[in-house]
């Protein structure tokens, strides 16, 4: 037991989980903490708006697979984080959220920068601590990061009334947390595996759905030895980007509403479906009853509420991938199976390889400049070593990703799949950067969805901390203004950004490089420059605010609805 | 669709009565009722929920309770051998003498109890399955129910025959 303030605690608790940062901003209520930090060697980056402290935090998380940390004041520095903790929930990222509140005996009486943070966060959240005293402190940071990390990670507030934080208290720091309610570690039913093995093996045309969770797990080479055991060909959900090769011959890319329109078609033509990972969402799969109806499907999934939520399965299995799949591969090499070789095709492999050759010999993009959207990513690709980190911001600049750029090193490429937070790629691209600061991050970017949090170039700047800002800037909230030319008779309205902030001058305000790019050329040369640089460059790419992205599955169809052109 | 009692084993603290019922709010799931209080344990309470639906959405509602941290552990109670009841408190308009016996005997009947009078009204307590409530309310309800309230279903399972 020693005497410590609830602040000092806290920070202590933070170091023995081994914190290294923390992305915050001090305000009146957090001032006890901030006081503490002076004299911790945790790196504090100050952020210039709450909501990208936790982008930042969610980054980082999934870069490392660890927590990341964001610290806040009471009122609107809480709300502020608010957007980036639902953005963490959704794509189950884990982030710890700390908030000042106002103390003790001015909660509940409307105070000033009072906010029922809890109230609020409760169900964009795993959980929420407000600890009433200074005693359970180290107890509730040690159970935030344990539900945090384990299981299906999401993100955990703690709201530290100010009196907590400046209470001196007798305090034990527990090694280990148990909590009743809580059992995040299931074993996988190995029958389940079993008779998953039997329908796999039985199948004609198999087909492996991969999604986030081999991601969150680190999955990536059981994943691909057995994909290519069974020479099953592989789509990803968009979450799942980049799991498996993108280069891979058996790599059929992402599906759904923006996915390669081979991925899309050959999926519904499976009979054996493998999901792993993956919540079968709306964006992913289109209509739920229209999904999947004549094939078996197997899923696995830690959270035990996700086998049935948005799609009855043939065969359930609860548990962590990676252990799951081990089992599997496990179960069949005592099994006699066929082994293939190279160059060997069933005709289902032969039928999936000439699908794929045809579309993506049919792909085209439709700017009428010489630099679209398509050519800029394909040679990002083609400069950008392959153990670079990418992450996108939200529109149509994350979907030319998702089709044009392919992922070669598996768990690099994340973006804001399940909230779409238009702002996060920005901020998340430097918490990246925190975590990984031997490569080369990038955020491909829209003008739009950039703009929203654009004031991160502050921290990057400042903090050292270079990324690489790509642009494809069409003027306008381009996913928006496409759906309004498609789909409400090119009645465009509220989309036109009329080419304003300058993003060059933007970026040398802020003491970074701007570039513009409106060549071939002037692009390779940007990114040449760009990757050589040690300040954060932004590389403004004009294209045509008319071009679109296709192939597109229109909302509330199915993917045999999939479209190719307007 | 059907009728289903849920049992939930939740941390008796405060906080833990809005996750529930928030994330019921957040899924969509409407349930008929709701009742809570405490168990054999000081730590823990238990609410108790019934609801109609089918049994997609019965198996959800049991999955996503089982997810909030604060619920130690959720039962789906069989109705053939479970123990239900609830408690309803009913006032109704009684002003002469002679249906104030009437009501009495339908009271008794119903084994219920007469809990207070006035010159004008009547209140009844009774207990038992909501069928039996709902018999009684809609024999009494022509007298003029001046105020009804419902405690919500409490329920255990029933032993093992063989312990």
Redesign the interface.
């Known amino acids: 037991m020693v005497e410590l303030s609830g602040a000092k605690a806290l920070i202590k608790a933070l170091e023995k989980e081994g914190v290294d940062v923390i992305f915050g901003m001090p305000g009146g209520a957090n001032l006890p903490i901030y006081d503490e930090l002076y004299s911790s060697n945790i790196r504090h980056i100050l952020i210039r708006h709450e909501q990208s402290a936790a982008h930042m935090a969610d980054g980082y998380a999934r870069v490392k697979r660890k927590a990341g940390v964001c610290l806040a004041t009471s009122g609107p520095g809480a709300t502020n984080l608010v957007t980036g903790i639902a953005t963490a929930y959704m794509d189950s990222s884990p982030i710890i959220a700390i908030t000042g509140q106002v103390p003790r005996e001015m909660i509940g009486k409307d105070a000033f920068q009072e906010c029922d943070i809890?109230?609020i966060c409760?169900?964009i959240t795993?959980?929420?601590f407000q600890p009433m005293s200074a005693k359970i402190i180290p107890e509730v940071v040690k159970k935030a990061f344990y539900?945090a990390e384990s299981g299906r990670p999401g993100p955990v507030l703690i709201d530290v009334p100010k009196d907590v934080q400046q209470e001196v208290a007798d305090t034990e720091f527990p090694e280990l947390v148990k909590?009743?309610?809580?059992s995040p570690h299931i074993e996988p039913d190995v029958t389940q595996v079993a008779k998953a093995i039997d329908l796999l093996l039985s199948a004609e045309r198999p087909m492996i759905m991969a999604g986030g969770g081999v991601h969150i797990s680190g999955a990536f080479n059981e994943l691909q030895a057995l994909a290519e055991m069974l020479m099953i060909p592989v789509v990803t959900t968009f979450k799942g980007k980049g799991v498996f090769p993108e280069n891979h011959p058996l790599s059929l890319g992402p599906i759904g509403m923006h996915g390669h329109a081979e991925a899309n078609k050959l999926i519904t033509e499976a009979d054996v479906l493998l999901a792993i990972g993956s919540r079968f969402s709306d964006r992913s799969v289109g209509k739920f009853d229209e999904f999947g109806k004549d094939m078996k499907i197997i899923h696995i999934d830690i959270?035990?509420?996700e086998i049935?939520?948005n799609k009855?399965v043939d065969i359930g299995i609860v548990g962590d991938v990676k252990v799951s799949l081990r089992i599997m591969l496990k179960m069949l090499a005592n099994r006699v199976i066929k082994k293939y070789t190279e160059g060997e095709e069933t005709p289902w492999l032969k039928h999936v390889r000439e699908v794929k050759e045809y579309y993506r010999s049919i792909v085209k993009d439709n700017g009428s400049r010489e630099v679209t959207a398509m050519k800029a990513i394909k040679k990002l690709r083609e400069l950008l070593p392959a153990e670079s980190i990418v992450t996108t911001e939200v529109g149509q600049c994350q979907m030319w990703t998702s089709l044009h750029f392919d992922v070669i090193v598996p768990g690099t490429f994340f973006s804001s799949t399940g909230l779409g937070t238009m702002g996060f790629g920005f901020p998340a691209s430097i918490g990246a950067k925190v975590a990984r600061p031997d490569v080369h991050v990038v955020d491909i970017a829209g003008d739009g969805s950039f703009n929203m949090t654009e004031n991160s170039l502050a921290v990057s700047v400042l903090e050292d901390i270079p990324v690489i800002v790509f642009l494809l800037n069409n003027y306008s909230l381009g996913m928006v203004a496409q759906w309004q030319r498609l789909f409400y008779n090119r009645r465009t309205i509220g989309v036109d950004l009329k080419g304003v902030p300058d993003f060059v001058k933007v970026a040398e305000a802020y003491g970074a490089q701007g570039i513009r790019a409106q060549s071939m050329q002037e692009l390779e040369y940007a990114i040449k420059t760009a990757l050589k640089s040690d300040v954060t460059t932004v590389i403004d790419i004009p294209i045509d605010p008319e071009e679109n992205v296709f192939p597109f599955m229109p909302p509330g169809k199915g993917l045999k609805d999939t479209i190719l052109a307007a | 669709m059907g009728w289903n009692i849920i049992s939930a084993l939740?941390?008796n603290k405060p906080?833990v009565l809005?996750?529930v019922s928030?994330?019921f709010r957040?899924r969509g799931f409407n349930i008929e009722s709701l009742s809570v209080g405490p168990t054999e344990q000081s730590d823990l309470s238990r609410i108790t929920i019934t609801i109609n639906g089918d049994e997609?959405t019965v198996?959800?509602l049991v999955?996503?309770l089982?997810?909030?941290?604060?619920?130690?552990?959720v039962e789906r109670l069989p109705l053939d051998n479970s123990v239900y009841r609830e408690l309803a408190l009913i006032k109704l308009r009684v002003e002469d003498p002679t249906t104030r016996l009437e009501v009495m005997n339908l009271v008794n009947v119903f084994r219920g109890k007469v809990v207070d009078i006035s010159k004008r009204s009547m209140m009844i307590e009774i207990t038992g399955t909501p069928d039996k409530i709902d018999a009684f309310k809609s024999l009494v309800e022509h007298y003029g129910i001046i105020q009804l309230a419902r405690t919500g279903v409490c329920a255990l399972p029933r032993g093992v025959i063989y312990e």
């Open positions: 809890v109230g409760t169900s795993k959980y929420c539900i909590i009743r309610g809580y959270d035990p509420a049935g939520k009855q | 939740v941390e906080g809005f996750r928030n994330m957040a997609h198996e959800q999955k996503q089982m997810k909030i941290i604060d619920v130690v552990n």
